[in-house]
């Protein structure tokens, strides 16, 4: 084995510190494999922003003007000619009841101030992890570039531009003493958009897996509230939609693809602004870099991220590659861990030390 060396950027050797030869070489074949897929991988996974926003914005309108939530939602589904999926048309009414209360203007602003939170909170999770403030600094450029729409004030009426931001606040703040924050958070997301339940689900299993007995008890204590407002809500929609409903168009046509989850990842954030191939190799390598930090928070980031991107390979679309929203704040952040990983890899990769064995006269 290959004796660790002098970390680079971050505080510690990376989890690849000390492999055999034989691992580094297998795990850098499969690096390439994937950055090769992602680099190669074509099509688009811009979201329909454009639709959703419209939708949206229309339904907080109309909801000013006195309008009730669930009605509103399917006149504005009807209006844009979208197919009447119960949660998919008609997300909680926690997002538009707020910006109907608030107003437009007031709403940009609080998206915005819930970025800046989170960037702070990354900032001060990452002390331990990147001690050189320089480091740490290009480390929250990331974050932000993961941030950039709402940043920006674009989307504020998408429910997934909202739940991403809430869900990579909620990692930044567990700790193993200060989980109910981070379950508070959590529930917040899934209020938001229900898509960030699996959020819950997952945060359930690893702290169990963690022997965090307390922690896993809170979890499910929020999934149970969370599911017990989706009851309500889905009685609510059948009020609205009477007992036969409007026609619906197919819920899943099929696997989107690994590249398609890797674009929609990608225009998601400021790596838009890159050629569509360097784009979504760059993801494909920050969230692989997440597995580089040997810490729990790196654990759980690691897996809220691989579940979307199933999520969005196996059971998404053109129509809800918004839901890369999601993850969006937490991805790029990966990179700053990834000089480490790849040179701890192939420091181990080209170690060609042997033991010999001597005989000696007895």
Do not use: C
């Not at 939530?69 to 999926?85: E, G, H, N, T, V």
């Not at 729990?296 to 991107?309: G, S």
């Amino acid at each position: 084995m290959a004796r660790a060396a002098r970390p680079l950027l971050i505080a510690e050797p990376s989890r690849y510190a000390g492999r055999s030869a034989r691992q580094a070489r297998r795990l850098l074949a499969a690096l390439a494999l994937v950055l090769l897929i992602a680099l190669l991988s074509g099509g688009s996974g811009a979201a329909t922003g454009s639709l959703i926003e419209i939708t949206n914005a229309g339904v907080v309108e109309a909801m000013r003007h006195g309008s009730d939530y669930y009605a509103a939602s399917l006149q504005a589904a009807r209006s844009a000619d979208a197919p009447s999926r119960l949660l998919f048309t008609f997300p909680l009414p926690t997002l538009a009841v707020l910006q109907a209360a608030i107003g437009q203007v007031a709403a940009a602003l609080l998206l915005y101030a819930l970025a800046m939170l989170t960037l702070f909170a990354w900032w001060q999770r990452l002390r331990s992890a990147i001690p050189r403030p320089s480091v740490r600094a290009i480390a929250v450029v990331l974050a932000a570039a993961g941030m950039i729409n709402a940043l920006l004030g674009e989307f504020v009426a998408v429910h997934d531009l909202w739940a991403g931001l809430l869900l990579s606040l909620s990692l930044a703040a567990r700790t193993p003493r200060h989980w109910i924050t981070a379950a508070a958070l959590g529930f917040m997301a899934a209020m938001i958009r229900e898509t960030a339940a699996l959020y819950l689900g997952l945060m359930l299993v690893v702290a169990l897996l963690e022997g965090h007995k307390r922690e896993a008890a809170g979890w499910a204590i929020v999934m149970a509230v969370f599911a017990a407002a989706v009851a309500v809500h889905l009685q609510a929609i059948a009020a609205v939609m009477g007992p036969l409903g409007d026609p619906q168009s197919a819920d899943w046509a099929g696997a989107a693809g690994f590249g398609f989850a890797l674009h929609a990842i990608a225009a998601s954030t400021a790596l838009s602004l890159l050629p569509s191939g360097v784009a979504a190799l760059l993801v494909a390598l920050a969230i692989a870099g997440w597995s580089a930090w040997r810490n729990p928070l790196a654990t759980r980031v690691l897996a809220t991220t691989l579940a979307f991107v199933l999520v969005l390979t196996f059971w998404s679309g053109p129509g809800r590659a918004h839901w890369a929203f999601l993850i969006a704040p937490l991805v790029p952040i990966g990179l700053i861990f990834v000089p480490d990983a790849l040179r701890d890899l192939a420091r181990a990769a080209l170690d060609r030390r042997r033991i010999t064995v001597t005989r000696t006269a007895a």
